[in-house]
């Protein structure tokens, strides 16, 4: 199949469909997503979207907390840029039908979360996520200039430089190839514009509360197409997850926090005041570092989550789905507290990109979670990652829609898709294997506190297993499951690269070789591209 359009975007969370509606009034949209349009980490988003909306508030506070949580890395003007445009942002998913809970007196009824000063965060009760995503979906396929198309799954990109077997400067995206994963079949799409939204990459990791889609995809894609890569150390773990053993990492939202719960040992002590002076409501890095610190401490496999002194009234009311979720594991959250272990979450880094959301690549932009913008630094606060998605889609917007208004450079032939002599594979078994390793090196050596030991001998054994995956890729037919592990190997092993450059901690990276914060030699971003 062949397919054209002014704009691709791969993904259909909160970036790539709030992108395709800020553009298809003017051009033709192909909106990719490699499994059913909702199926994303926004859709399983529960906190909310960060905006300053009180009158209480400030633009400069949002920005301090901001600077705060992400240990100075975050970028200063960036950051004052996004939170400049919260509000705007949730009046355009307001417009697209997004309702978020109101209180009594008919105000948004905004709710606080760890490492921030003030109520800010707007919700749709514990299911915002869904909201937002609800609202976007019906939006998308009520436009008639977008195209849908599910169960496809992104493989590559096209380049300039890739089809003139050579480096160039500047390169330019033509598009990517595709597979049709029902039909087996790769098509080429071909588009002037190429956005990027294909989130983050916890499924690199054993436990995580991402969904089976964040495989890194779009990294990868990048990173082998030659775009520069960042900060890719920053690997934020959740602290509150569902721990049970018939529960898929079932993430407890960080607004039950803000809503005043404590964290407990087993026996009834609460430990976060030893840790940071916010106590209950620090930043994430430091409240999963303190909860993996008193796991390993106290021999526990997990810690507990109380909120049980607020009325149950209010617990259902304000947290339907996660009470009805723990009720339905014989966990009732009015009256017991809930076990909880850290798992990974949100990836700080990602493809580097400028105020437009555009790579170094031309015509190659990447918004929300697969970017690294400058706004999260070595940690994300809270609620921001909504948010970024939302704003970066706008700024890549208007300059795409700039872009479109422009005598076009026209395109070169692109080659069809070129299976050579593949065949079909009869060792899936090879496949499940090795995904199973890389997520558990990555969850033993490379998680929650490293070492540069643990580091080196993770490195290792991912380029033996990356050895492995290129024979295989090359010698049988592609499937979403090949695709998807030869993207979290790659992207595993730009951790790691990352995370051996930093040599100090730093936020979501800690490291025992080099425990202490070093602004002199590393307040700055790490960067890595791909050598040809």
């Known amino acids: 199949m062949q397919s054209t359009s002014d704009f691709l975007v791969i993904g259909s969370g909160i970036a790539g469909l709030s992108f395709a509606l800020?553009?298809?009034?003017?051009?033709?949209?192909?909106?990719?997503?490699?499994?059913?349009?909702?199926?994303?980490?926004?859709?399983?988003?529960?906190?909310?979207?960060?905006?300053?909306?009180?009158?209480?508030?400030?633009?400069?506070?949002?920005?301090?907390?901001?600077?705060?949580?992400?240990?100075?890395?975050?970028?200063?003007?960036?950051?004052?840029?996004?939170?400049?445009?919260?509000?705007?942002?949730?009046?355009?998913?307001?417009?697209?039908?997004?309702?978020?809970?109101?209180?009594?007196?008919?105000?948004?009824?905004?709710?606080?979360?760890?490492?921030?000063?003030?109520?800010?965060?707007?919700?749709?009760?514990?299911?915002?996520?869904?909201?937002?995503?609800?609202?976007?979906?019906?939006?998308?396929k009520a436009h008639p200039n977008i195209q849908v198309h599910e169960n496809h799954i992104a493989v590559d990109l096209i380049t300039e430089a890739k089809l003139a077997h050579r480096r160039l400067s500047p390169n330019r995206c033509l598009g990517a190839y595709v597979l049709d994963i029902q039909t087996g079949k790769v098509g080429t799409y071909g588009a002037r514009h190429t956005v990027l939204a294909t989130g983050g990459a916890g499924k690199v990791y054993l436990y995580t509360c991402n969904p089976d889609v964040a495989n890194g995809d779009g990294v990868a894609m990048a990173y082998r197409a030659g775009a520069t890569i960042a900060n890719m150390e920053f690997m934020q773990f959740h602290p509150t997850t569902l721990y049970h053993p018939h529960a898929k990492s079932f993430l407890i939202s960080e607004a039950v926090r803000g809503e005043g719960a404590i964290l407990r040992r087993k026996d009834g002590t609460p430990f976060m005041p030893q840790y940071h002076e916010l106590k209950d409501l620090a930043p994430r890095d430091i409240v999963a570092r303190a909860i993996d610190n008193e796991m390993k401490t106290h021999g526990d496999d997990c810690v507990f989550l109380d909120i049980t002194h607020r009325s149950a009234d209010y617990i259902r009311e304000r947290f339907p789905n996660i009470y009805e979720t723990c009720l339905s594991y014989g966990i009732d959250m009015?009256?017991?507290?809930?076990?909880?272990?850290?798992?990974?979450?949100?990836?700080?880094?990602?493809?580097?990109?400028?105020?437009?959301?555009?790579?170094?690549?031309?015509?190659?932009?990447?918004?929300?979670?697969?970017?690294?913008?400058?706004?999260?630094?070595?940690?994300?606060?809270a609620s921001n990652s909504l948010l970024e998605g939302v704003v970066y889609a706008d700024w890549a917007a208007r300059c795409c829609l700039e872009r479109l208004a422009e005598p076009s450079v026209p395109f070169p032939t692109i080659d069809h898709w070129d299976c050579g002599s593949a065949t079909n594979s009869d060792e899936e078994v090879v496949v499940a294997h090795n995904w199973d390793e890389i997520r558990r090196c990555m969850w033993n050596y490379v998680g929650i506190v490293?070492?540069?030991?643990?580091?080196?001998?993770?490195?290792?054994?991912?380029?033996?297993i990356q050895e492995e995956i290129a024979d295989y890729y090359w010698n049988f037919y592609l499937t979403s499951d090949l695709v998807e592990l030869r993207n979290i190997a790659t992207v595993a092993e730009l951790i790691v690269r990352c995370a051996l450059q930093r040599q100090e901690s730093r936020g979501l990276h800690y490291t025992i070789d080099f425990p202490e914060t070093d602004d002199l030699h590393w307040k700055r971003d790490t960067i890595i591209r791909k050598t040809f």
């Not at 798992?343 to 932009?365: K, M, P, R, T, W």
């Not at 490293?450 to 033996?464: C, D, G, N, P, Y």
Request: charged share 25%.
């Open 22 to 140: 800020k553009v298809a009034d003017r051009g033709t949209v192909a909106i990719v997503t490699k499994r059913e349009i909702s199926e994303t980490a926004t859709n399983l988003a529960q906190g909310g979207i960060a905006s300053v909306f009180s009158p209480e508030d400030s633009f400069a506070d949002h920005v301090r907390d901001t600077m705060v949580a992400g240990v100075h890395l975050s970028h200063e003007d960036v950051v004052a840029r996004v939170v400049a445009s919260g509000p705007q942002a949730i009046q355009d998913l307001i417009d697209w039908g997004v309702q978020f809970s109101r209180n009594a007196d008919d105000q948004y009824d905004l709710t606080r979360e760890g490492g921030h000063s003030h109520r800010r965060i707007l919700h749709a009760k514990d299911v915002t996520g869904r909201e937002i995503e609800r609202a976007l979906v019906a939006a998308v």
């Open 334 to 381: 009015t009256t017991d507290p809930i076990p909880v272990v850290p798992a990974a979450h949100y990836l700080c880094g990602g493809i580097q990109v400028n105020l437009d959301g555009e790579s170094d690549i031309d015509n190659l932009f990447a918004i929300g979670e697969v970017s690294c913008s400058g706004l999260h630094g070595a940690n994300r606060l």
């Open 450 to 464: 490293r070492s540069t030991k643990r580091l080196v001998r993770a490195l290792r054994r991912i380029q033996m």
